[in-house]
């Protein structure tokens, strides 16, 4: 299934290796889901966490607030909380994109739903 908002927020130019879907939009909060080939495991969410800290160390480096981003196991998936609010806009994009961008570095991921229901 194709959503709309996948091509609207360029999804399919990022040369993921993976699948990514945006379900819809809730404001400056981004929630994503995370679903493994083999399933997901306590290593898998080590993976990601790691990810993410490669992703946001340079940014606290120079004091650049990309918003709160929490990583947490949600049983059969893991979910990445995001909010921007608060973020300058152009790091706000950053933090959504580089996150998708960080999560091709994971190995297993074969799918990410944004903001699914």
Do not use: W
């Not at 493994?36 to 120079?62: C, T």
């Not at 607030?65 to 806009?89: C, H, M």
Request: with cysteine.
């Amino acid at each position: 299934m194709i959503y709309e908002l996948d091509s609207m927020m360029g999804f399919d130019r990022l040369g993921l290796g993976y699948e990514v879907h945006m379900a819809g939009i809730d404001g400056e909060c981004f929630f994503y889901s995370v679903y493994f080939q083999d399933g997901m495991s306590e290593h898998n969410l080590q993976d990601i966490r790691d990810a993410i800290d490669g992703f946001v160390e340079p940014y606290n480096a120079k004091d650049i607030f990309l918003g709160y981003i929490d990583v947490t196991d949600a049983g059969e998936k893991a979910s990445i909380y995001l909010d921007v609010g608060g973020a300058d806009p152009d790091a706000a994009n950053e933090a959504i994109y580089g996150i998708l961008k960080a999560l091709n570095n994971v190995p297993g991921v074969r799918l990410v739903m944004i903001n699914e229901d």
